[in-house]
């Protein structure tokens, strides 16, 4: 089949989800089309090649002021006329005049640009399938806007909400028109059917051909976490924080033997140096930059506890967030450390896994560390066990599967040429 990947985010840049469906489509004999948004970003350079890309570039400006302006003028063009999508939406139509096409997929975050994919489907008579990979309740306040506005308090939730309207009105009205929803956790799923009937579970995960386990001795006890914070309403580390003061006052550990590693951007490394000294315990960190995305696997591999952040799934947390840093902590097969427990999915999947430990709180963490800095004396290294029949479930050739069913369900079964 051929397929019209419209999405707002590709490699190179980040864009795991597409990239690693484009390499096993491909492998499998189908023909992918990427439409995506040009973005200058090289951490998944190595995921390009598997399908024929065409970037569409909205930001042109050079110069800090000169681009700051192009921002603000695109997101009022955006916000009142819909430019985005209008341009997706044309260089989609060039694409599909072309004919032979059975389906579109457009993956998401937010709403961007299903608009554009509910139009060209309807225009060419053929079925679109939404993948959701975030959706703006599953944050408890406004985490999914990048940059919010900084004018007067009340102003700012004013602008907000209209924007949050905007995005929910544009993004129910395409994932009505779908043939299907995709998404990422059972508690998405449950969300999307109030705007479709039709809604599949497709994990996020790992590809095995990277990621898979290797015993490696290392001189030092490595707890890493590789990503963004976010922000402590969805993810929470402090009983971590707490769990490491604790052992380090009764001199069970010491800064030369155990590190915190963080993989981080900026701004997440400087909430982790702040916490770090409330808690006493800055000798025990080491930060970096992000990095490749394909020198992941050798850094989990090298490491003696994966740290995994999250904080309790209520109505003032975060829901149904499964990052695809759990999967791939899976497939190393490192022992999974998720502070704080989200008492919900995550927790779930991890005991289902037998892979880690969902803590609630920093004695939950201790006894946790106690054991595997134990195991990495002896040994030099750590491991765990986990359920290998579920683990294995997450990789991304299985999920490839699972959207080949679901688009040869929905498409067009012959070649499909429109005006």
Not at 161 to 171: A, E, P, V, Y
Not at 268 to 274: E, V
Request: proline fraction near 6%; charge should be positive.
């Amino acid at each position: 089949m051929k397929i019209l990947i419209l999405c707002d985010m590709f490699p190179p840049a980040f864009g795991p989800r597409m990239g690693y469906l484009c390499k096993y489509l491909a492998r499998a004999g189908w023909e992918p089309v990427v439409l995506t948004e040009s973005i200058h970003d090289q951490t998944f350079a190595f995921l390009t090649g598997h399908a024929p890309v065409h970037y569409i570039r909205y930001y042109k400006a050079k110069g800090r002021i000169a681009r700051k302006v192009e921002k603000i003028r695109l997101l009022l063009a955006d916000f009142f006329f819909n430019c985005k999508d209008r341009k997706m939406q044309k260089a989609g139509a060039r694409l599909l005049k072309e004919g032979g096409f059975n389906a579109i997929l457009c993956s998401v975050y937010r709403t961007f640009p299903l608009p554009a994919a509910r139009k060209l489907a309807k225009r060419f008579d053929l079925p679109f399938v939404a993948d959701m990979r975030d959706i703006i309740e599953q944050y408890p306040s406004h985490e999914y806007i990048a940059h919010p506005p900084h004018t007067f308090p009340w102003l700012d939730r004013q602008i907000i909400r209209i924007f949050r309207q905007k995005l929910l009105h544009d993004r129910n009205r395409a994932l009505r028109a779908a043939a299907c929803i995709t998404t990422v956790s059972p508690w998405h799923v449950e969300k999307m059917k109030a705007y479709n009937p039709c809604v599949a579970l497709i994990y996020n995960g790992y590809d095995p051909e990277l990621f898979y386990p290797l015993r490696i001795p290392a001189a030092q006890f490595r707890l890493t976490y590789t990503g963004r914070l976010v922000g402590p309403n969805i993810r929470n580390p402090e009983c971590l924080f707490q769990a490491i003061r604790t052992l380090s006052e009764a001199g069970e550990i010491h800064p030369n033997a155990l590190r915190l590693c963080w993989y981080t951007d900026p701004a997440s490394a400087q909430y982790f140096r702040a916490l770090a000294e409330r808690y006493a315990i800055t000798a025990y960190m080491d930060y970096f930059g992000y990095v490749q995305a394909d020198t992941i696997p050798m850094i989990l591999n090298e490491s003696s506890v994966l740290l995994q952040l999250a904080n309790k799934a209520d109505q003032k947390g975060p829901k149904g967030i499964m990052s695809t840093k759990l999967f791939e902590a899976f497939a190393v097969e490192k022992p999974l450390l998720l502070v704080r427990s989200d008492e919900s999915f995550l927790e779930e999947t991890i005991c289902r896994a037998q892979a880690g430990i969902a803590a609630r709180n920093a004695g939950d963490v201790c006894a946790f560390l106690r054991r595997y800095y134990a195991q990495w004396k002896e040994k030099g290294y750590t491991t765990i066990t986990p359920r290998r029949e579920v683990t294995e479930s997450f990789s991304r050739e299985k999920q490839a599967q699972q959207f080949m069913q679901i688009l040869s369900r929905y498409g067009k079964t012959s070649s499909h040429r429109c005006p």
